[in-house]
């Protein structure tokens, strides 16, 4: 199922900083920006709006590629003609908490690793594949993965606050060569011997 939207609204906040490390775990101390006022906290803020694509993946075909390839046991997988059953496997098994930006995900968490480098994957195809399509390069253009929908947004990352509708475009007139120059990348791995 796929979606297009030219009004996403985004908000970018930040309430301090740290020095040395950033994982809490690692002893960072988050310092909150210093008080215009005794005891009211800064906290700035950006809102931005967008357009984007929302790729909602079908949770059938995900499980069946979990059971193909043994990341899931039979036994631990749902009855895949039960569409309730089968979403309240995604809501049960994919935890999004073990998930942190900018890391790796333990491979021992499975189910979740292997659906969030299923649908990462996905996305950094569509990504590239919009950029040779729209005219954006593919660092204006980001991601927001749902794991647990399973679904991925693929938007237009824009700091100046408005819409050059390249997304747009390409959903309503090239959605077409779109999926089609991502499977044909898909296809060619250039770690491949």
């Known amino acids: 199922s796929v979606q297009v939207c030219g009004d996403i609204p985004f908000i970018s906040c930040s309430y301090g900083y740290t020095r040395k490390e950033t994982e809490p775990g690692n002893g960072a101390v988050l310092r909150a920006f210093k008080e215009e ?3 009211v906290k800064n906290i700035y803020a950006t809102k931005l709006r967008t ?10 075909r ?4 979990l059971l193909k390839n043994k990341y899931i046991e039979e ?4 009855d895949l003609n039960d569409d309730t059953a089968v979403k309240l496997w995604f809501a049960n098994n994919i935890r999004p908490d073990l998930i942190k930006p900018f890391s790796k995900i333990d ?5 979740t690793f292997y659906v969030y480098s ?7 195809l569509l990504i590239r594949s919009a950029a040779g399509l729209c005219g954006l390069d593919k660092n204006s253009i980001s991601e927001y993965v749902l794991p647990g929908v399973p679904a991925v947004l693929v938007y237009c990352q824009n700091s100046q606050g ?6 747009f ?16 990348s898909a296809k060619k791995c250039i770690f491949d011997p």
């Open 118 to 124: 299923l649908i990462h994957t996905l996305s950094h």
């Open 107 to 111: 491979p021992t968490a499975a189910p």
């Open 51 to 60: 357009e984007g694509v929302l790729f909602e993946f079908d949770r059938v």
């Open 75 to 78: 036994a631990d997988a749902p």
């Open 169 to 184: 475009n390409i959903f309503e007139a090239y959605f077409d060569k779109w999926i089609e120059n991502a499977y044909n």
């Open 62 to 65: 995900i499980l069946q590629w």
């Open 162 to 167: 408005f819409n050059l509708g390249a997304l």
């Open 37 to 39: 006022k005794n005891g």
